[in-house]
């Protein structure tokens, strides 16, 4: 089943019967998240009863302290919650939600690698460490592809993969080919 039908399913049973569960919202929530639908995610949190909200021990409320780092991109604290509340002894957290939780984390690494190899052509082990949420030494572990930097040598600076040669590379000089081409008919045509 889609994470789209999810979440179309859990809005409709919202509807129906107002106001979810613990596991319910908490489900819903995790699926906005992974869905990047962060203004849904916080209005469903605006949305649900405070006596489901309140308390450190909750589920719901360690999911969404999640949800509010990344609705204010702070991502270090995104990852340090997502470990709290996947450890959280006093509050555990069931497996359906511990699964999407681990998926959001790994969606979430994946994002901000792609998003910082397109932004730098460099980038010091410590920040690339905090904006994954791995330790400076997990680095090259979770991200295998990046590389110690061009005259870095071991000064802590990695750069990120070469980007791969995509598809829509390749028709330029098959369009500029056929620009010369057309121009030559033309310049013909005109000539005679």
């Not at 991502?75 to 497996?95: G, R």
């Not at 997990?138 to 295998?144: I, K, N, Q, T, Y």
């Not at 071991?154 to 056929?178: C, Q, R, V, Y």
Request: aromatic share 6%.
């Amino acid at each position: 089943e889609s994470e789209a039908s999810q979440i179309a399913a859990l809005e409709r049973q919202e509807l129906a019967s107002p106001p979810l569960d613990n596991q319910q919202a908490g489900r819903l929530l995790l699926l906005y998240l992974l869905s990047g639908d962060l203004c849904n995610a916080r209005l469903l949190w605006r949305r649900t009863p405070q006596a489901l909200r309140s308390g450190a021990s909750q589920p719901l409320a360690n999911i969404w302290r999640c949800g509010a780092a990344l609705f204010s991109r702070d991502y270090s604290t995104f990852y340090t919650a997502a470990a709290d509340a996947a450890a959280s002894t006093a509050a555990p957290m069931p497996p359906d939600l511990a699964d999407l939780l681990a998926r959001l984390v790994t969606k979430t690494r994946r994002d901000r690698a792609a998003a910082l190899a397109a932004a730098y052509s460099c980038i010091g082990r410590a920040r690339l460490a905090k904006e994954v949420g791995v330790s400076p030494s997990g680095v090259a572990e979770a991200l295998p592809n990046w590389r110690v930097g061009p005259d870095q040598g071991d000064s802590g600076f990695l750069a990120p993969p070469e980007p791969a040669a995509t598809a829509a590379d390749a028709p330029l000089m098959d369009t500029f080919e056929a620009i010369q081409k057309l121009s030559a008919t033309i310049g013909f045509v005109e000539n005679h």
